[in-house]
Structure formats: structure tokens, C-alpha cells
């Protein structure tokens, strides 16, 4: 092989090796790549809210917040007053491949008492109703469904007063609520005893 050659092979190896890694980092996702969706529920207290999502399994992160109000960025402050009209939510990250909206839904009802209207448990006041905010007709369409086959079963019997209503600006809570059952768990245990959360789900819902 002549050094000219030799010079050109190697200036075309060097090209294939710059082309190969270029089109590695631009190509597109493969089909069926992992994607995540968001679904957002208020249950009352939203450290309770959290913990109850995060165990369902296909939930990815449950973030604390304040929904269905009419201030922008509320402090918790504003919103625990009461004053704000949001109500103490969470943002739920999901994979679909994993778990369903629906699937969803039944860990929502399972875990907020659908009969009493503006409180959970201890918790007193509109900013701790019970409420799906369906981002989608199709969440409308879903969450609707759940609340007739509630009603249709005859398991209550009180009316069912949790609201649905569509998703509205979310904004998260401050850094110290999140994951607060995880970050301070004697505290919270001992919230969530004393505020008979736990009692009043076995006694709406039966032991799990």
C-alpha cells in the first residue's frame, strides 16, 4: 500500500468512528421506551397521600402540593388557612407499562373517606377535600366511572361527596413536605395515629 493510500484509508476509518458516535448520541428513542404520565388526587393530609401512592407499585414519585385554588405559587401558610381554595394534593408520576389510571383510582378511594365533605380524618377545612383532578376526558371519563361503580355497590350509606374536577395549576409544596414520612418518621407515625386516619379507613373500607 503507497503512503498515500495508507492515508486516505485511514482519513476514511477516522470519519466512520466521528459518524458511528455522532449518530449514536442523535439517534431517536427506541419504540417503546419507557415514558411516565402524571395523575393528581387531594386526600386530606399529603404526607398520608404520598406514602399511600408510592406503594402502589408502577408509581415513580408522589409530590406534595396545592391544587384547585385561585393564588399562584400559595405558601403553605395560605393554603392551611384556608384562604387560598387550593386543596393539599399530590402529583403522582406513573408508568402506564406498569400501572394503570385506573389502578390509581382504587388506591385513591381505598385511601380517603369519600363521605365526608371539606375534611379528612382530623384535618378540617376545603383546603383537606377529597378530590380527583382528571388532566384528560378520558381521566374524566375513567374517574366518573369509578365514583358510579361506588355508588352503584350500595356500600354506603352516606352519598359520596368527593369532588371531580379537572386539573388546574399544580404547584408543589415546600421542600420539608416532601417525603415526609420517609424524612421524619416518628413524627409523622405519630400524626397519622392521632388523627385517625388508619381507624377511620378500616372502618369506611374494612382492614386491607
Not at 492515508?7 to 419507557?34: M, T
Not at 389502578?103 to 380517603?112: I, M, P, Q, Y
Request: with cysteine; aromatic share 12%.
Amino acid at each position: 500500500m503507497t503512503t498515500r493510500s495508507f492515508g486516505q484509508a485511514l482519513l476514511a476509518g477516522i470519519v466512520v468512528v466521528i459518524l458511528g458516535v455522532g449518530f449514536s448520541l442523535v439517534q431517536p428513542e427506541r419504540p417503546g421506551a419507557a415514558v411516565s404520565a402524571k395523575a393528581y388526587f387531594a386526600g386530606g393530609c399529603f404526607w398520608c397521600m404520598e406514602e399511600a401512592f408510592e406503594k402502589v407499585e408502577g408509581v415513580l414519585v408522589a409530590v406534595s402540593g396545592y391544587m384547585g385554588g385561585t393564588a399562584v405559587n400559595p405558601t403553605y401558610e395560605q393554603v392551611s388557612a384556608g384562604g387560598t381554595g387550593h386543596a393539599e394534593s399530590v402529583e403522582v408520576t406513573y408508568d402506564p407499562a406498569k400501572v394503570s389510571y385506573e389502578k390509581l383510582l382504587e388506591a385513591f378511594w381505598r385511601n380517603v373517606d369519600p363521605l365526608t365533605p371539606n375534611a379528612q380524618f382530623c384535618d378540617h377545612g376545603n383546603q383537606y377535600r377529597a378530590a380527583i383532578f382528571p388532566s384528560t376526558p378520558e381521566e374524566q371519563k375513567l374517574a366518573e366511572a369509578s365514583r358510579a361503580r361506588l355508588e352503584e355497590s350500595k356500600k354506603f350509606h352516606s352519598p359520596i361527596v368527593t369532588q371531580i374536577v379537572p386539573a388546574s395549576a399544580f404547584y408543589p409544596a415546600e421542600d420539608y413536605h416532601q417525603d415526609f414520612y420517609k424524612k421524619n418518621p416518628v413524627r409523622y407515625k405519630f400524626y397519622k395515629f392521632n388523627c385517625g386516619r388508619t381507624q377511620r379507613l378500616e372502618e369506611v373500607w374494612g382492614k386491607p
